[in-house]
């Protein structure tokens, strides 16, 4: 079955610089995407979500950016703050479910 | 609002016993789902419901019960845990069925010895 991918399951990070945060998607015809962060020992939070009419949206300090012709999403987060540390995963609804990919953990270091 | 709460948060089971996972929201929300998550799997979809009296299985519902009396409970239960069951599950609730944001309880760690 399709299912939401990414690319590297870490990404270490200098605090102040921009992330980069990567996802593959297989099915074409998905309409909707959400970025989640997980924190260590607590549950998936809602960042941002961005809809396939649209090709970049922005929020506090972080932006999406869709692009349908090679199926790729990304999570940009700008100034990357200690906080920001955590495993970041995009989400695909399917049916009556969310697809989730297996996540990306990033560090920020010091 | 509380959110989306889940008792217990750490459990011990041994093969063969049942219990059961609480998760309650008190965000009036209709649509709530129950998920697993395992080391470089990401989120599996256990069982979800899209209002009170109506459950049904997501992609891994063998092993699992749930039922949806009110809108705000959502408990689940294993029937006889085995040590595949050994994972960290996390209840979700949503003002509507996805594709819409979700919000999630802090999880249950469950291990089956």
């Known amino acids: 079955g399709e299912s939401v991918g990414l690319h590297l399951p870490t990404l270490s990070v200098q605090e102040g610089d921009n992330s980069i945060i990567n996802c593959a998607y297989s099915n074409s015809a998905s309409d909707y995407f959400i970025w989640y962060k997980q924190e260590s020992g607590k549950g998936p939070q809602f960042i941002i979500d961005?809809?396939?009419?649209?090709d970049k949206r922005q929020g506090q300090r972080v932006t999406v950016l869709l692009n349908k012709t090679v199926k790729h999403l990304s999570l940009q987060i700008a100034a990357t703050q200690p906080g920001d540390s955590a495993v970041y995963f995009c989400a695909e609804p399917f049916n009556n479910d969310m697809r989730f990919g297996a996540g990306t953990r990033l560090t920020v270091k010091p | 609002n509380a959110g989306v709460t889940q008792t217990p948060k750490f459990q011990v089971l041994k093969t063969g016993q049942s219990m059961t996972l609480q998760c309650a929201q008190d965000m009036n929300h209709e649509y709530m789902s129950w998920y697993r998550q395992d080391p470089g799997m990401g989120l599996r979809l256990i069982h979800y419901s899209v209002g009170a009296g109506i459950t049904d299985q997501g992609e891994v519902p063998n092993g699992y019960n749930v039922s949806r009396s009110t809108t705000e409970d959502f408990p689940l239960r294993l029937l006889s845990a085995a040590p595949s069951q050994t994972s960290v599950y996390f209840c979700?609730?949503?003002?509507?069925?996805?594709?819409?944001?979700?919000?999630f309880g802090p999880g249950t760690r469950l291990t089956v010895t």
């Open positions: 961005i809809r396939s009419n649209m």
């Open positions: 979700a609730s949503s003002p509507r069925q996805p594709p819409y944001e979700q919000y």
